[in-house]
Each structure stands twice: as structure tokens, then as C-alpha cells.
């Protein structure tokens, strides 16, 4: 018997085991495969939303929040586990140079700076970068190395006491009237008093077989993985909706796509040369180059990327914590920080009203 289920092992499902656990609760985790081995591992890591000032102001609250809070809660994880989630303050270009206007005005509504560039000074100060149109800087941008941060979450939250099941894949949300009573899965039967379901794109069929439905679904995003002489590319570049992201060790991402294909995660032909080309624009040195490895994932796509947290309020103990779309790693500590508010009764992080299932 645990005091909480979450049902996913993505960052949502670890974040959220993190905080219920360090308030006291008994946490049990259920992952259908390998924790951390879908979209929160696909992702490029940005801690920012792709073009911020294009969301809404319940996506930019989640985003603040989180930004806030990443680089005491990287340390924090690299002091418990021994594992570096490699937080990086490396800020962000942006060679969509129209949109400085519409930037300008976001940062400063929101308490943040962007420049404009000429590409003579871009020259200077970025010279990988293929910028004839000038550019925008955006300093407060930084990036996480996502697969080292799963790690690090799941070793903290073993090491904390929160039991890990992977491979385990909840098959049905057990109600009794209208009270959650816990989860059936192939192993058998774990009880508990609430079950928060943060599966990413596979939440909605749990919930269906419930009755209530949420706009939940899969949407593919391949990726490129390059690698360059460390040092070469430090910060983000974004430009023509592609981006490419610079480790410390010279790898570099490129992406990604926006594909609507179901829970399909084959690689493809056409994608391959898609990234490559807009990669190439972006940063001329890696036209020469072949990708090391081409990958894909599945988004929890939501309407307008707002993701769903809140208790189901046909069935009491039952929560939700899913739907972060494009954003899930740089809402994902705010999202967890409301949802297990909610759970425990305590005063929230942030208004939830936003975030409210319509169940």
C-alpha cells in the first residue's frame, strides 16, 4: 500500500515522485519500459520554449518557475547522486531577426533582455554562425543535459525511498464507486490512496478507459545528434523553427520535427535530410559532417501546449500531470511542484485554474 501511484517514469512521473516524497508521502512508480527512455530523453534540453512570447501566459508561468528553480535543484541532484545534470546558463540566438519587436516587448512584460545584433557583430562574437541578417540574443536561456538529468532524478528518488517498477505497465486505474483504489497491472494488483497518471503522450487511453477524455496525443519530433570540436558552438541557436543545441563535449543537436503520426517512433528518409539542411543553414561547419545517430520521439501534445494538472473530478484520489507538449523539461519541476500541491493539500506554486482537467 502507497500513500501516492504515479504512473510514468518521464520527467513529469519522476519530478512529481521527487516532491511527494520529500513531503513525507509513500511513493510507488510504475513505468511501462525504462524510466526516462521516451520523449524527456529525446528532447534537446533548452529550458526555454521555442520563441516564448508565441505562448500563452499559462505556459510562461510553469516556464518561469521552473527556469527559477533549475540551477539550485541541478546542484542539489549532482550533490546527492553524483551525477552532473550539467545545468549551462549558455543563452540563446535567435536569426529570426523580424521577430525582435515582438521579443522585445515579451522581455520586457516578463523581467528579461534581448539585443539586436548586426551580423558584423555577430561575426565576432559567434563566428560559427551563419547570420547575414544580424540576430537576437537572449540571454537568460539555458540548457540541461536531459539523459543525465533522468538519471540523476531516478537516483535520487530511489536513494529517497520511492519504489521503481520499470517494465511494469499500469493496465487499468482500479475505482471503487468513485474513489481511485490503485492500479491492475500483469505483475498484479498496487494499492493506494491517490494515483497521479504522467505517462506523456500515453496518458489519455488510462484515462479513457475511465470515461473521461483529455486532448492528449502523440506528435513525433526526430532529431540529429553531430559532433563538433568542444568550444566551437557555446550557445543555442534558433532560426527558421530548427534549432541546434552544443554540449560541453562538442556534441551538437539538431531539430525537430512536428509529425502527427500516431504513436509511430520510426526515423525517416526525409526527416534526416530536413535536419541536415537546416542545420547546415544554422551552422555551416556541419555540412560536412554525418550525423553520428538520428532519433525519435512522442510529445504529450496538448491544445495550445497547456499542459493538463489537476485532480479528475469524477473519481476522488485521481490526478493528472500531463500534456507539456514541446515543453516538458523546462515546465516539468513547476508542473510537479503544483501537482503534488495539490495532492497534499497544501497552498499552491501557482494559480491551477489554467491547468484544471475539464473532466
Not at 169 to 193: E, H, K, L, P, Q
Not at 239 to 256: A, Q, T
Not at 317 to 333: C, E, K, Q, T
Request: with cysteine; aromatic share 6%; charged share 20%.
Amino acid at each position: 500500500m502507497s500513500d501516492v501511484i504515479v504512473i510514468g517514469g518521464g520527467l513529469s512521473g519522476l519530478f512529481v515522485a521527487r516532491e511527494l516524497t520529500l513531503a513525507g508521502a509513500q511513493v510507488t512508480l510504475l513505468e511501462r519500459g525504462t524510466v526516462g527512455c521516451e520523449a524527456s530523453w529525446a528532447g534537446g534540453g533548452i529550458l526555454s520554449p521555442l520563441y516564448p512570447w508565441r505562448y500563452c501566459a499559462a505556459v510562461n508561468a510553469l516556464v518561469r518557475w521552473s527556469q527559477d528553480a533549475y540551477p539550485a535543484l541541478c546542484a542539489e541532484l549532482a550533490a546527492s547522486t553524483g551525477i552532473d545534470p550539467q545545468w549551462m546558463p549558455c543563452g540563446m540566438w535567435l536569426l529570426d531577426s523580424h521577430e525582435f519587436d515582438t521579443a522585445r516587448d515579451w522581455a520586457q512584460r516578463n523581467e528579461r533582455s534581448v539585443e539586436r545584433v548586426t551580423s558584423a557583430e555577430m561575426a565576432r562574437r559567434a563566428p560559427a554562425i551563419a547570420a547575414p541578417d544580424g540576430g537576437v540574443w537572449l540571454p537568460h536561456v539555458s540548457q540541461v543535459r536531459n539523459p543525465r538529468l533522468l538519471q540523476a532524478l531516478l537516483a535520487d528518488v530511489r536513494r529517497r525511498g520511492v519504489r521503481v517498477f520499470e517494465n511494469e505497465g499500469a493496465g487499468t486505474v482500479v475505482v471503487d464507486g468513485d474513489r481511485v483504489r490503485g492500479v491492475n497491472t500483469a505483475s498484479g494488483f498496487y494499492a493506494a490512496a491517490s494515483v497521479i497518471v504522467a505517462a506523456g503522450a500515453w496518458s489519455a487511453p488510462l484515462l479513457e478507459a475511465l470515461g473521461p477524455r483529455v486532448s492528449i496525443f502523440p506528435v513525433k519530433g526526430q532529431m540529429l545528434l553531430y559532433r563538433l570540436p568542444p568550444g566551437v558552438l557555446r550557445a543555442i541557436v534558433l532560426g527558421g523553427g530548427h534549432y541546434v543545441v552544443p554540449r560541453n563535449d562538442g556534441r551538437v543537436l539538431v531539430g525537430s520535427t512536428l509529425e502527427e503520426t500516431g504513436f509511430d517512433k520510426s526515423t525517416t528518409d526525409m526527416a534526416r535530410r530536413e535536419l541536415a539542411a537546416a542545420g547546415a543553414a544554422l551552422i555551416p561547419a556541419l555540412g560536412a559532417l554525418e550525423p553520428e545517430r538520428h532519433w525519435a520521439g512522442l510529445r504529450p501534445g496538448s491544445p495550445n501546449g497547456v499542459p493538463y494538472i489537476g485532480a479528475v473530478a469524477s473519481v476522488a484520489g485521481l490526478y493528472i500531470n500531463a500534456g507539456h507538449f514541446r515543453n516538458g523539461v523546462v515546465m516539468g519541476p513547476a508542473a510537479a511542484r503544483l501537482a503534488a500541491d495539490l495532492v497534499l493539500g497544501r497552498p499552491t506554486n501557482l494559480d491551477p485554474a489554467p491547468y484544471r482537467p475539464p473532466l
